[in-house]
């Protein structure tokens, strides 16, 4: 740390969400099952398996989360003449493999209950209970017949799913390698969710949706993947797609029975006001088409101003990290700093610039140049002035040349959006920063005391609301380059339409224009498209 250097504290971050996860079946019960005592105490030295094998039969499909001692797993055996299934099969091993332990039984032991064994029940009921107890007959589980060895008539699925969950707490030796079970290799990246889009379960864009919600990262981004994985755009698309199909319908129907009495009146009219409205919907879709994109990747943040204002400790600050160096030299900061943060629940790349000045040696200079071209890029600018030093020369030019043409509290369509931030409140009289003429809508910030913060995040929230588009609110968002240039195909085939004289050509284009949105949802999407896509997941997913 450079001498006078300070690192502030940062607020306690939020709790994250809690991760997306499938309920797991009764532990307890599942070992109880199987003659199995539960765990009483975590920690136990236990290797917790999450293995979900698949017993068609049995009902007992998945088992997951099992656990077993080192010891129980010694107790393993093979019927004899059995292929070793594999370690993978953990669910098989308990119920089917486990050489039961000694138990004894009320009555005759031959006459076994043929039923699934219960947990036990008072009053000495049917079930497994301590065996201190005079107890049933155990049922023996029904062998696993899922990969090794299916008798005839068994129903028995075609490729099932092994899915590993807790696989890197098991041993390398007991994970799932191609060749070592005949007829089973590990899933390709991608691969279940791909069946499921070749099968129609999902369509391209809910397919897009899943992906996207495997990298969330933030609130947002979650609920715009949750959005497009329920079918939103998907469905939006269709319903575009549909329109045009009808006005094709019409158009073709004019083209076929034009000369016949029988077509009433007006349907050229009717498909040509159809298509006019579709245009103004698509093209309001693409002027919003940014937004989707930046929630997804990220808007730019960058934070400018003059030296010693502040900037490097407001990055700090927001991305709760000590990313830039802090000190009271101005010109600290020479490069341009970048570093992803979630901003109030919004994904965002922050960027530390050097302090602009004029009139500095040639290191600095060429600092000062990258920040003013970063500015240049921004979605959004943080501009930080130090609150007492609002009438140095260097916080008067960074007010004439970067606050005013953004028109910081009335942007407007073509200017960028920008909050001005006045740091070191603390180091103001009670009054405030005083009379300041021209001085544009401001929020006071101390990052030495966190004082202003909470106001800073809710302004931060709503600016980044407009940049990124709300994912609560308003219609589904375009979130990939992918879906922009087919609406954009889209509206040009619809422009073609409006000035071709030729039917037939006008018909064509229509056909063209409903081919695009198809592509959108996936139909007609060619190999190339879908592995691009499906190379983004998991292995297994
Ligand atoms: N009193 C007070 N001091 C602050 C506050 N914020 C930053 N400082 C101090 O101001 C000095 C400059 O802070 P930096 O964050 O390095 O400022 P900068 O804008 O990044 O400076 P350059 O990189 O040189 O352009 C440091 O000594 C900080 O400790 C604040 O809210 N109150
Ligand atoms: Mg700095």
Not at 201 to 206: H, Q
Not at 262 to 276: F, I, K, P, T
Not at 362 to 372: H, T
Not at 425 to 437: A, E, F, I, T
Request: positive net charge; charged residues 25%; glycine residues 10%.
């Amino acid at each position: 740390m450079l001498p006078g250097e300070r690192h502030f504290a940062a607020p306690p971050r939020p709790a994250l969400s809690p991760p997306l996860s499938l309920p797991l079946a009764n532990r307890n019960e599942d070992l109880q099952r199987v003659g199995r005592t539960p765990p009483k105490e975590p920690n136990d030295h236990r290797e917790s398996l999450s293995i979900l094998p698949v017993s068609p039969r049995s009902g007992w499909s998945l088992l997951s989360g099992l656990e077993a001692t080192q010891a129980e797993r010694s107790q393993i055996v093979h019927a004899p003449g059995q292929r070793r299934p594999g370690p993978w099969f953990r669910g098989h091993y308990l119920r089917a493999e486990l050489r039961p332990r000694p138990l004894r039984h009320r009555g005759d032991p031959n006459q076994r209950s043929r039923q699934r064994p219960r947990p036990p029940e008072p009053h000495g009921a049917p079930g497994l209970a301590p065996s201190s107890q005079r107890l049933p007959a155990p049922a023996q589980p029904p062998p696993f017949r899922g990969a090794v060895g299916p008798r005839a008539g068994a129903l028995v699925p075609r490729s099932p799913k092994f899915h590993g969950g807790g696989l890197r707490g098991i041993p390398r030796a007991w994970r799932p390698s191609g060749g070592s079970v005949p007829g089973l290799r590990p899933a390709e990246a991608g691969e279940f969710t791909r069946r499921a889009f070749a099968h129609g379960k999902l369509s391209l864009t809910e397919v897009e949706g899943l992906a996207d919600l495997i990298h969330a990262e933030t609130e947002a981004q979650r609920r715009q993947a949750l959005r497009q994985l329920d079918g939103e755009l998907g469905h939006l698309c269709h319903g575009w797609a549909k329109t045009l199909t009808k006005a094709l319908a019409h158009v073709e129907a004019y083209i076929d029975f034009g000369e016949d009495d029988n077509l009433e009146e007006g349907v050229l009219e009717r498909a040509d006001s159809q298509v006019r409205e579709l245009e103004l919907a698509l093209s309001a879709h693409l002027r919003d088409a940014r937004r989707g994109q930046r929630l997804r990747s990220g808007a730019h943040v960058v934070v400018a101003g003059p030296p010693n204002a502040g900037k490097s400790s407001l990055v700090n600050l927001l991305s709760r990290k000590p990313v830039s160096i802090v000190s009271p030299e101005p010109g600290t900061t020479r490069d341009v700093l970048e570093i992803p943060v979630d901003l109030a629940g919004f994904p965002a790349l922050l960027s530390d610039t050097a302090g602009l000045r004029e009139g500095v040696g040639p290191v600095e200079q060429e600092g000062v140049r990258r920040a003013r071209e970063r500015l240049q890029q921004a979605d959004l600018i943080l501009a930080v002035l130090d609150a007492s030093d609002l009438a140095s020369p260097s916080s008067r030019n960074f007010l004439d040349t970067v606050v005013a043409p953004a028109g910081a509290g009335s942007p407007n369509e073509s200017s960028q959006r920008l909050l001005l931030v006045l740091n070191k409140s603390d180091l103001l009289p009670p009054g405030g920063p005083g009379p300041s003429p021209n001085l544009p809508p401001h929020l006071l910030l101390s990052c030495l005391t966190g004082e202003g913060l909470d106001d800073l995040l809710e302004a931060l929230r709503k600016e980044l609301a407009e940049v990124c588009g709300d994912p609560s609110t308003g219609p589904p968002l375009l979130t990939r380059a992918r879906h922009q240039h087919h609406l954009q195909g889209c509206l040009d085939a619809l422009g073609h339409y409006r000035q071709t004289k030729d039917l037939a050509l006008a018909a064509e284009a229509l056909r063209l224009a409903r081919g695009h949105l198809g592509r959108i949802t996936g139909g007609g999407s060619t190999e190339e498209v879908l592995d691009i896509i499906f190379r983004d997941f998991c292995v297994g997913k």
